[in-house]
């Protein structure tokens, strides 16, 4: 069953089916959020914040983008409310690098520089301008279209066209700078 | 020849239209080198988003975890207009009850018992019967105008306040608070 189709069951009175609403998009939300924010406790609180708000404002949904769409800027909006309140505002801090180095010696070297190319080109995504990241993680991570990456940012196409082109721009100049091994 | 500037083909790679340049990029050994440069970008990124994407699996636990918090919260439990209103009747007596205790509480030391009273009549009375200064009293008016001032089951101090000076002095020295 497709997202606009339950949307509709619920309107009309099948309250029950929300459950798998949630089904449908928990995961891609909670692990954008999880991007945003880099901390599970605070992903789930506000994922469950979305949801909620989601359900109480279902009514003012309209339809003319997905429902997932929607939900994503719910998201964005509270996980930006939540990192200003944390005075925190770095979106895409470094992925969890689990004890890393304590295996690194025993690895190909091949695998070995693998491993520092990635921590490179992590670093490069965190440096980016907060809107460019988040432009970039919606089109390359989500596979967002424009015009639903400039919904969720609240921006014109134009506008989201752009950002992701600097980005593309600056992770190029910045890799080249480090010099990721190929 | 000029130069394809690189927001143009970035535009190009992601619109899938490098072919649109393939005559100029077989020529500019400078171009042809940038979209090999920013395709290794886009790629690269691309993987490790994908690898970081494909690690991420929302583990049963905190899937439920999330879901039974979403469900559980005010989503399926809103409270219907008559539930409302026993709320609002509810909260409305709590509040009351909890006035009438804090006011009990507050006047609890003032307060003498009916056994307490019916002692200090008592002693009002062997007074009475003993004393050589108890004749400028009327002890029984004294006596019933203490009493009188009782409610039912309490006596306040405050009723004092209705008798004399000389009468409140004599009751007060033959209670025993």
């Known amino acids: 069953m497709e997202d606009f189709e339950i949307i509709q069951e619920i309107r009309k009175g099948n309250l029950e089916l929300f459950d798998k609403l949630v089904d449908n998009n928990i995961e891609a939300v909670t692990y954008f959020v999880l991007r945003i924010v880099k901390n599970n406790e605070d992903a789930e609180d506000i994922v469950q914040d979305a949801f909620v708000k989601a359900y109480e404002k279902l009514h003012t949904f309209k339809g003319d983008s997905k429902f997932k769409t929607w939900l994503f800027s719910i998201a964005l909006n509270l996980a930006r409310q939540h990192l200003r309140k944390r005075k925190l505002f770095k979106f895409f801090a470094p992925w969890t690098k ?3 180095s304590v295996t690194d010696k025993h690895l190909p070297e091949k695998e070995i520089i693998r491993k520092e190319n990635k921590k490179i080109l992590e670093e490069a995504i965190d440096e980016l301008p907060d809107q460019q990241r988040t432009v970039f993680m919606l089109r390359q991570n989500d596979k967002l279209k424009y015009d639903e ?6 921006i014109n196409i134009n506008t989201a066209k752009t950002n992701y082109f600097f980005a593309v721009r600056n992770l190029r100049r910045n890799l ?3 010099g990721v091994k190929k | 020849m000029k130069c394809l500037s690189e927001i143009e083909i970035i535009e190009a790679i992601d619109k899938n239209e490098l072919n649109n340049y393939k005559e100029h990029l077989k020529q500019c050994k400078k171009c042809a080198q940038l979209v090999k440069e920013l395709k290794n970008t886009i790629k690269s990124t691309e993987e490790i988003l994908h690898e970081q994407k494909t690690n991420f699996k929302l583990n049963e636990f905190r899937r439920n975890k999330i879901k039974n ?40 030391n003032n307060r003498i018992t009916d056994m307490e009273l019916e002692i200090a009549q ?29 409610s039912d089951e309490y006596a306040y101090m405050d009723d004092l306040d209705d008798l004399s000076e000389e009468k409140t002095i004599y009751i007060l020295s033959n209670l025993d608070f």
């Open chain 1, 98 to 100: 689990e004890a890393e």
């Open chain 1, 149 to 154: 990456i400039a919904q969720i940012l609240n």
């Open chain 1, 176 to 178: 080249t700078e480090k």
């Open chain 2, 69 to 108: 918090r979403v469900l559980g919260s005010t989503i399926y439990k809103k409270p219907s207009k008559s539930q409302k209103g026993y709320q609002a009747i509810f909260s409305y007596a709590s509040y009351v009850l909890l006035f009438f205790f804090i006011t009990l509480t507050l006047f609890q």
């Open chain 2, 122 to 150: 008592y002693k009002i009375e062997i007074e009475k019967d003993n004393s050589s200064t108890a004749e400028s009293f009327d002890y029984e008016i004294v006596v019933d105008e203490f009493v009188g001032n009782f």
